[in-house]
């Protein structure tokens, strides 16, 4: 999509995920501030990359060209694996 076409309600749906992954991450950052383990850190740090990825998203959609634009969302793929990774890591530490 190219800034100048309207955004679809697929891309307003991926802002509002970015929003909720990035309170969540401010949660579970509120959340290792308390109880300080392992397992808290590797959540936040992967609810942190997922809601770097939904930037790079959001950007892709609504502000840059669609050349930056593919190379961002691009960007976006190892965020979401790593994030993946990193919660399924969180849970299996025992």
């Known amino acids: 999509m190219a800034p100048t076409d309207p955004p679809e309600f697929e891309d307003w749906l991926q802002l509002a995920s970015t929003l909720l992954t990035a309170v969540l991450f401010v949660v579970t ?31 892709a959609d609504f502000v840059v060209s669609e050349e930056i634009g593919d190379t961002l969302e691009g960007l976006g793929m190892p965020l979401e694996i790593a994030f993946l990774a990193l919660v399924a890591i969180a849970f299996l530490k025992s």
């Open 29 to 59: 950052l509120l959340a290792f501030r308390r109880r300080r383990t392992t397992r808290t850190l590797l959540v936040a740090i992967g609810f942190a990359l997922f809601a770097l990825r939904g930037l790079f998203s959001a950007l």
